[in-house]
C-alpha cells in the first residue's frame, strides 16, 4: 500500500503535480503518455536502486504492488460503476 506519513506527502505532491502538469503542458497525446510515463518511472527506478538481483527484484516487486493498487483503488471501482450503469456479463 501507498501509505506514508501525511506529514511526508506534500513533498511528493508537490512533485507528482509538477510532472502532472508538464504532460499536461507538453499536450502529450493518448496514444504517447504510456511511453512517456514507462520512462520517467524507469528512470526514478534506475536511479533508485544500485545494480544487483536483490534490488532489482525489490523494484519488480513495488511495481507489481503499485499495479495491484492501482487496479484496487481506481479500475475496481470504475469497472463496478460501469456494471451498474450497463448490466453485468451475462
Keep these: 500500500m501507498p501509505y506514508i506519513k501525511k506529514e511526508d506527502r506534500p513533498k511528493w505532491d508537490k512533485l507528482v ?9 507538453a499536450k502529450i497525446d493518448e496514444k504517447s503518455i504510456d511511453g512517456n510515463l ?4 524507469t528512470r526514478i527506478m534506475h536511479k533508485c536502486y544500485s545494480p544487483s538481483y536483490y534490488n532489482y527484484n525489490k523494484a519488480m516487486g513495488v511495481l507489481e504492488c503499485i499495479k495491484q493498487e492501482l487496479y484496487r483503488r481506481i479500475v475496481a471501482p470504475y469497472e463496478d460503476k460501469k456494471v451498474a450503469e450497463n448490466g453485468d456479463v451475462d
Design 17 to 25: 503535480d509538477l510532472v502532472a502538469e508538464t504532460i499536461k503542458e
Design 38 to 41: 514507462n520512462y520517467f518511472i
